[in-house]
């Protein structure tokens, strides 16, 4: 039986980003299974985005429509654009990053054919220009989707969701925001599907427009502090599964262990707090020797000796 046609709405939350800005909007039209509106939430730039003389042929081809808001966050931006979206599916995709032309047909035939609330696809990362950095198919030992994103991240533009359940983004966070999202829809407890084509292109640049640079979003005490965040919130709501909390033990060693390369101790103690250090033997990627094990047998003084013996070891 054929699957019905998809009705998909994408959002773009936009604030001052002229560069890319026409471009993304053109990736969301060239699409084999065209979107049934374009709607971008322009979060109280400096010059509006219907002014642009730029924008004007994408804005008369009906599809498009400018939201204009306050200048509130992006997180703001994209809750605007959940309350007036019209189509049963969304996709959220940030002003700077395109779309590969199949992207709405991979995800939404997923989506529909796997009976899922969410769809992942993999992605690739472009340099400023354009040119390819490196292409991400994410690869989990998990089963559960919630742990299965806590080890391998995924692309904001290459993730398809139903509008309904209602989850909205945290307005009064900016590090992390979209991976919050993402894990909370998950937390219900909603089917999720994963496919491997490459379905959008992540543009990594360093202006201090990109979230991910101006909130230092990989900074590891910050990054730990936000997946210790998660922990407590699935253990409130009594969905902290064994799988879970080995996927985010797992990630919060990982900063530890840099804040251990870094000789920051006081932050490594922070972190391996919140470990669930009576389950630690039976996680799957704990190794005898490994930075786990050597944390498990001392704590912090397990950390530091792991971090100075394997720097001599990389000097000789």
């Known amino acids: 039986m054929a699957l019905p046609v998809a009705q998909v709405s994408i959002i773009i939350p936009y604030f001052n980003r002229q560069n890319w800005i026409v471009d993304c909007v053109q990736s969301a039209l060239r699409q084999s299974l065209p979107p049934a509106e374009v709607l971008i939430v322009d ?14 042929p994408l804005l008369q081809t009906g599809s498009v429509k400018v939201i204009r808001t306050e ?8 809750n605007e654009g959940l309350r007036n979206a019209a189509s049963e599916f969304v996709l959220f995709l940030d002003s700077d990053d395109l779309l590969e032309p199949r992207a709405l047909e991979v995800l939404a035939h997923a ?3 796997d009976r ?12 400023e220009d354009g040119e390819e950095a490196r292409i991400v198919r994410p690869r989990s030992g998990y089963d559960d989707a919630y742990a299965r994103v806590v080890e391998c991240g995924c692309a904001t533009g290459g993730v398809l969701i139903r509008r309904e359940p209602v989850v909205r983004f945290n307005e009064a966070s900016s590090v992390w925001e979209a991976a919050e999202f993402w894990l909370d829809y998950l937390a219900l407890g909603v089917r999720a599907t994963f496919v491997d084509d490459i379905v959008s292109n992540m543009r990594q640049h360093r202006s201090e427009q990109r979230l991910t640079i101006r909130y230092d979003h990989f900074e590891p005490l910050q990054e730990g502090r936000f997946l210790i965040r998660q922990k407590v919130k699935l253990s409130a709501a009594q969905v902290l599964t064994p799988e879970r909390e080995e996927a985010l033990d797992q990630r919060i060693l ?6 251990a390369w870094g000789g920051r101790y006081a ?3 922070i972190l391996l707090e919140s470990i669930n250090w009576a389950a630690i033997r039976s996680r799957r990627w704990y190794r005898l020797y490994s930075f ?4 498990n047998l001392a704590g912090v003084f397990g950390a530091r000796v792991f971090a100075l013996v394997n720097k001599h070891l990389l000097a000789r």
């Open 116 to 127: 899922a609330a969410i769809a992942f696809g993999a992605w690739r990362d472009i340099h």
């Open 267 to 269: 932050d490594v103690s």
């Open 292 to 295: 786990a094990h050597s944390c």
């Open 71 to 78: 200048n509130r966050g992006v997180s703001a931006a994209r």
């Open 254 to 259: 990982g900063c530890a262990h840099s804040l």
């Open 111 to 113: 989506l529909q054919a």
């Open 43 to 56: 979060d109280g730039s400096t010059e509006p985005l219907s002014a642009l003389p730029s924008m004007q």
